[in-house]
């Protein structure tokens, strides 16, 4: 029981940062009207995301346990998940220029591909695998899509 509460957990807290993440962008496509179409975007495939994760949280509350973790896991996905918060604070606080939000942008999006975060785990059905895969490609078209946008502006 306790392993189950660990794994839910885990995904629960992959679909609270998904979330977050959309409403950085939703409130970056606020704050800089010129890049709005582009943050609009990111945010409606970051909606993808919250749909594939709130999926699988539902999922997995119906049935047996879908993936193994570890502390190591849990930790970084919560580390994740307090740097949106203050990304957030600071798009709500004080002017940003549009390469500090493509920075961070960016920086989400390459640290999930980098730390190829949805493959810590080792899936244990074939929903989850395929839930992770695609949202693995679908980091690495954001980064491709930030590192152009970002390209431009420099």
């Not at 189950?4 to 940062?17: D, I, M, S």
């Not at 993440?21 to 970056?28: G, H, S």
Request: hydrophobic fraction near 40%; charge should be positive.
């Amino acid at each position: 029981m306790k392993r189950r509460k660990k794994q839910a957990g885990v995904l629960y807290l992959f679909f609270v940062n998904a979330l977050k993440i959309k409403k950085l962008y939703k409130l970056y496509s606020l704050i800089f009207p010129q890049q709005k179409s582009l943050w609009e975007r990111l945010a409606k495939k970051e909606e993808s995301h919250v749909k594939i994760l709130k999926n699988l949280c539902d999922k997995f509350n119906g049935g047996n346990g879908y993936l193994a973790v570890s502390q190591y896991s849990s930790q970084v996905i919560g580390y994740v998940g307090r740097f949106i918060d203050r990304q957030l604070e600071i798009a709500h606080s004080r002017e940003l220029a549009s390469a500090e939000a493509l920075e961070t942008a960016l920086s989400l999006e390459q640290s999930v591909v980098e730390k190829k975060s949805f493959e810590m785990f080792m899936p244990l059905c074939a929903d989850i695998e395929t839930a992770f895969m695609s949202l693995n490609r679908q980091n690495q078209h954001h980064v491709n899509v930030l590192t152009t946008a970002y390209d431009k502006i420099r």
